[in-house]
């Protein structure tokens, strides 16, 4: 995967696939236009947004699941390196399962969506500018770290981050007060910390209501749901591809050597009887792929247990 933190070449200002449901979205349009909703559904076809909140219900088998991080995916990840902390929710129960115990971890490139969000809220019944569009759909699809920086600084960098992470209760994350940090070469903002939980929070944000309006919150799984090819890995692990994930993925080496390495996934996944979040951090990879693959078996775990 080229890059680190996500740097990538920005395909194109305009998005023009339509993926799973969700059509391009046109920038310069304001946001809380019926017009510029990147998501208007028809009569017969409902947005994802709406899709997600209204398959609420029971499971099939007409009771709550098992636990999917429960004693499988906590043996398989004991053989693991480093520290795997991982967290689903499931729409349709209400439940949630937690796996790992440990400090929170850097975010990497997964801040981007804590970025992506607070932009969203700020900006209001306003919408954003094309120029703002362009940012975030480099940022989310390319996960493009000068776009990303441009839109922490447009925020309000720690403190408008901070602003909203209270609004939306987010507890233990704790935004990064450096962009150019002391003997580290990459954006700052990627050595944001967090933990599992307050990334549920974060994508139950854009499934239903919260601090976010309707035409932001399909504008922003629009993006996520467009993510480039090659960083299609992590909580898309072991889903088939008629199924929809929306997901934002963030990788960083913590050393020079490139021996210890933070590997992260968060998404929304719907699809086939399943509705879930999940949310993984890991940190202490000997390797990128190995963290990658990490997470990608225990997504797989997941998949099948909710089935």
């Not at 906590?74 to 390196?81: C, E, L």
Request: proline content about 6%; charged content about 15%; glycine content about 10%.
């Amino acid at each position: 995967m080229a890059g680190v933190l996500g740097v990538c070449l920005v395909v194109g200002i305009v998005v023009s696939l339509v993926v799973r449901g969700h059509p391009a979205y046109v920038p310069g349009a304001a946001l809380s236009s019926p017009t510029a909703d990147p998501t208007t559904a028809t009569a017969s076809t409902p947005s994802t947004a709406r899709s997600a909140t209204a398959s609420a219900r029971p499971s099939a088998s007409g009771g709550p699941h098992s636990d999917p991080l429960g004693a499988t995916a906590a043996a398989y990840v004991s053989t693991r390196s480093g520290t795997v902390l991982a967290a689903v929710y499931d729409v349709s129960t209400g439940q949630t399962w937690s796996l790992g115990q440990g400090k929170a971890q850097d975010e990497a490139s997964v801040v981007k969506l804590d970025v992506l969000e607070t932009l969203l809220a700020q900006r209001g019944a306003g919408g954003l500018s094309a120029s703002d569009q362009s940012l975030a759909q480099s940022m989310i699809e390319d996960s493009d770290n000068d776009s990303a920086t441009n839109l922490w600084d447009e925020v309000g960098g720690a403190a408008g981050i901070r602003a909203f992470n209270n609004s939306a209760k987010l507890t233990d994350t704790s935004p990064s007060l450096c962009v150019n940090c002391p003997n580290f070469p990459w954006p700052g903002w990627g050595l944001t910390t967090t933990v599992p939980t307050d990334q549920l929070t974060l994508l139950k944000a854009l499934i239903g209501p919260g601090p976010l309006t309707k035409a932001e919150r399909d504008y922003a799984l629009s993006l996520m749901e467009n993510v480039t090819e090659s960083q299609r890995w992590g909580v898309s692990g072991g889903v088939p591809a008629q199924v929809t994930v929306a997901l934002k993925n963030g990788w960083l080496p913590l050393d020079t050597a490139d021996t210890d390495w933070q590997i992260n996934s968060v998404g929304w996944i719907s699809g086939q009887g399943r509705n879930y979040l999940m949310a993984v951090l890991s940190t202490g990879n000997p390797s990128e792929q190995y963290g990658i693959d990490t997470i990608d078996q225990l997504a797989a775990m997941v998949w099948n247990r909710l089935g």
